[in-house]
């Protein structure tokens, strides 16, 4: 089975924090994903990354940037944290870019900025 | 724009009473459909996914859709609900020529009641 693992569950950081969020897949997917979770929004796509190093903007990329240095990495992080980026932020894999491969899902991550 | 509506935010059943969860989607092309669901506390699994052929697709966990082209709809039904089934359902879309992007609902929340 694929895992895809984030390494922290709840986190809580100050404003104007940087703020790293890990994710880690262990199945050699290509392509890695960063959503934002919110209530009433359902799922909102931050960036995804194709390849290593490889990376484009999603729907809600303002704030945030991130780095895949290696395959199984992906790394989402807030410059400078604010309280509008209090959320459930989920990352997910896939094999490749066809519809036929499915997302897979971490647990999320729960981030509040205080 | 491609979006796709979730227009129940809470559906509340009785256990065993069966289940229609609605989904709308509005897309040019041919859609690629997907249910996702997410139990408390974790990640997003993938029920059921609608490519082409027959219009009634079988999922995982005794979930079944039915794409109705004409309706531009991809409802997803259960003919007995369990308590285990208590969780948040998603529909999604795929963009083809996109780089394995999918365009999620804002999700119904399912409760199931004794």
């Known amino acids: 089975d694929v895992k895809v693992t984030q390494s922290s569950r709840y986190l809580v950081k100050r404003t104007g924090e940087k703020v790293f969020l890990e994710c880690v897949q262990d199945m050699d997917h290509e392509n890695m994903f960063w959503y934002r979770q919110d209530p009433g929004l359902g799922l909102r796509l931050i960036y995804f990354?194709?390849?290593?190093?490889?990376?484009e903007k999603g729907d809600i990329p303002e704030g945030y940037s991130v780095s895949r240095e290696k395959k199984e990495r992906f790394s989402l992080i807030l410059e400078s944290a604010s309280t509008n980026q209090t959320s459930m932020y989920l990352c997910?894999?896939?094999?490749?870019?066809?519809?036929?491969?499915?997302?897979?899902f971490g647990n999320g991550t729960r981030l509040t900025v205080t | 724009a491609q979006s796709v509506t979730q227009p129940d935010i809470h559906i509340t059943v009785s256990e065993g009473a069966s289940l229609e969860l609605r989904c709308n989607y509005s897309?040019?092309?041919?859609?690629?459909l997907f249910w996702y669901v997410q139990s408390p506390g974790q990640g997003l699994q993938l029920l059921l996914k609608y490519f082409s052929g027959d219009t009634l697709v079988q999922g995982i966990k005794g979930f079944e859709a039915e794409f109705k082209r004409s309706q531009s709809s991809f409802n997803l039904r259960k003919p007995s609900v369990h308590w285990s089934d208590a969780a948040e359902y998603f529909c999604?879309?795929?963009?083809?020529?996109?780089?394995?992007?999918?365009?999620f609902g804002t999700g119904t929340l399912l409760a199931v009641q004794p």
């Open positions: 897309y040019g092309a041919t859609p690629y």
């Open positions: 990354s194709y390849d290593v190093k490889m990376k």
């Open positions: 997910a894999s896939s094999q490749d870019s066809s519809y036929n491969s499915p997302l897979h």
């Open positions: 999604a879309v795929h963009l083809t020529g996109a780089t394995n992007k999918l365009i």
